[in-house]
Nanobody
């Protein structure tokens, strides 16, 4: 059974930083494509950053240069380093995993989801 557990959310002021973590089972972590997604109230869930099992990454335009996704294979943990946060980044952030080789940003192609962690950025 695939289990994803996020942590690291919180409240920060604009310009601040947070690092989100997602713990996964070893098999999932090592063989699945993984990603971070977010959903703000009244909006659809959207892709933020994704990474495949070879470490290739893809980012949404609105986070390029500010966010960084990475994997720690020793800890079976996925990270999202978020810098220069803006109020528009406030949302519930979700970790997700999918079988396959392409780290797509399409929400509907991810089968496994964590429970989410809230990020709130104040101006």
């Amino acid at each position: 059974q695939v289990q994803l557990v996020e942590s690291g959310g919180g409240s920060v002021q604009a310009g601040g930083s947070l690092r989100l973590s997602c713990s996964a089972s070893e098999y999932t972590y090592r063989t699945y494509c993984m990603g971070w997604f977010r959903q703000a109230p009244g909006k659809e869930r959207e892709g933020v950053a994704v990474i495949d099992s070879n470490g290739r990454t893809n980012y949404a335009e609105f986070v390029k240069g500010r966010f960084s996704i990475s994997r720690d294979y020793a800890k079976n943990t996925l990270y999202l380093q978020m810098n220069t946060l803006e109020p528009e980044d406030s949302a519930m952030y979700y970790c997700a995993a999918r079988e396959g080789f392409v780290a797509t940003m399409r929400v509907d192609l991810y089968r496994y989801w964590g429970q989410g962690t809230q990020v709130t950025v104040s101006s």
